[in-house]
T-cell receptor, first 112, second 112 residues
């Protein structure tokens, strides 16, 4: 089955700094690469995704970059704010089976 | 557009008892998922439905877990009998045509 790892597992930054979380996957058939944000006690929410025909996608302060050859993709958050504090999950999948495999999660803490 | 609905939000039972969870997906979403999220981990897929048919139930502990989606809309997940290790949040999600999954608020199950 798909093996999905995230690094780091915990990330602490100061408000205004940038944060980068990396996701490594094993299934070369994966063609859909989303990132989910889960605040404490809340549901996971899709924040950004990218498909395999695109190398980078940006939405305001967040961006995702994809390296299909190396089988990893990364979440970039610029100008971090305390409300960015949450657990972030990558969940690579492929549209054929419409199935996602969630990573181990990265806890981001943004200090004021 | 209404989101994914789940009930109950919380449930406390004793081991060996039975419990059932209900999910109503976003209108028009043919694909429905049940996930189990143990504290500190990412969501783990239990079962995936396409309309009223099962697409993937490879990680469903079938000796105690069952799920159905008889009319291809709402779905129920049942655990009988429950074990201590079933304590988790059970998340339902549905998927749109762009492969984006949207989660319900979840049911937090505590097995004593």
């Amino acid at each position: 089955g798909e093996n999905v790892e995230q690094h780091p597992s915990t990330l602490s930054v100061q408000e205004g700094d940038s944060a980068v979380i990396k996701c490594t996957y094993s299934d070369s058939a994966s063609n859909y690469f989303p990132w989910y944000k889960q605040e404490l006690g809340k549901r996971p929410q899709l924040i950004i995704d990218i498909r395999s025909n695109v190398g980078e996608k940006k939405d305001q302060r967040i961006a995702v970059t994809l390296n299909k050859t190396a089988k990893h993709f990364s979440l970039h958050i610029t100008e971090t704010q305390p409300e960015d504090s949450a657990v972030y999950f990558c969940a690579p999948g492929y549209t054929g089976f419409q199935k996602l495999v969630f990573g181990t999660g990265t806890r981001l803490l943004v200090s004021p | 557009e209404a989101g994914v609905a789940q009930s109950p939000r919380y449930k406390i039972i004793e081991k060996r008892q039975s419990v059932a969870f209900w999910c109503n997906p976003i209108s028009g979403h043919a694909t429905l998922y049940w996930y189990q999220q143990i504290l500190g981990q990412g969501p783990k897929l239990l079962i995936q439905f396409q309309n009223n048919g099962v697409v993937d139930d490879s990680q469903l502990p079938k000796d105690r877990f069952s799920a159905e989606r008889l009319k291809g809309v709402d779905s129920t997940l049942k655990i009988q009998p429950a074990k201590l290790e079933d304590s988790a949040v059970y998340l339902c999600a549905s998927r749109n045509r762009d492969n984006e999954q949207f989660f319900g608020p979840g049911t937090r199950l505590t097995v004593l």
